[in-house]
Antibody, heavy 116, light 112 residues
């Protein structure tokens, strides 16, 4: 069974940093591109970033470019999102999702709240 | 960026009825490989999104055939035949043809 388990969320002050992790299991992680997608409270879905299976290709939404870094460790079956210079508008549930063109599995999400 | 215009924003339907949701994109969603990466997701209350349909018309794993998707280029439709209580939630269309990937604003389906 495909499982994606996010962790690392929490309450953080504006301007500070936070790093999310997504531990994958039930499939060969190194064969799949991965994404971070977020959902602000009561709002719709917003794509954040994608990374190819070997980290050769990385894409970011303009809203996070220069502040967030997506990365992965295929040996640890783990996807990361390093978030810096956090803003109140980054408050959201952050999902990791498998596949790039074909997004076919989602984690349960990690909650990030940016507030003083 | 590709704008995904999804309508209606909400629906209230009785069990057993059929409904359709429209999704229109501001650009063609045909990728260079000839495939169209337009998908439909369902987010049930308190749950993560789940893929219902991929590449316009292909049913996701375990998705009942009451769900169907049609369309091409810039105009797409999700149809739910014989709505059941478990179908309630928010439906999103999503395109993964062009970066940045974008989503429709969602259609909230309520059961009468």
């Amino acid at each position: 069974e495909v499982q994606l388990v996010e962790s690392g969320g929490g309450l953080v002050q504006p301007g500070r940093s936070l790093k999310l992790s997504c531990l994958a299991s039930g499939f060969t992680f190194s064969n799949y591109g991965m994404n971070w997608i977020r959902q602000a409270p009561g709002k719709g879905l917003e794509w954040v970033a994608s990374i190819s299976s070997s980290s050769s290709y990385i894409y970011y939404a303009d809203t996070v470019k220069g502040r967030f870094t997506i990365s992965r460790d295929n040996a640890k079956n783990t996807l990361y999102l390093q978030m810096t210079s956090l803003r109140s508008e980054d408050t959201a549930l952050y999902y990791c999702a498998r596949g790039i063109r074909m997004v076919d599995a989602w984690g349960q999400g990690a909650s990030v709240t940016v507030s003083s | 960026d590709v704008v995904m215009t999804q309508t209606p924003p909400s629906l209230s339907v009785a069990i057993g009825q059929s409904v359709s949701i429209s999704c229109k994109s501001s650009q063609s969603l045909v990728y260079s490989d000839g495939k169209t990466y337009l998908h439909w997701l369902l987010q049930s209350p308190g749950r993560s999104p789940k893929r219902l349909i991929y590449q316009v018309s292909n049913l996701g794993s375990g998705v009942p055939d009451r769900f169907s998707g049609t369309g091409s280029q810039k105009d797409f439709t999700l149809k739910i035949s014989r709505v059941e209580a478990e179908d309630l939630g928010v439906y999103y269309c999503a395109q993964t043809t062009h970066f940045p990937f974008t989503f429709g604003s969602g259609t909230k389906l309520e059961i009468k």
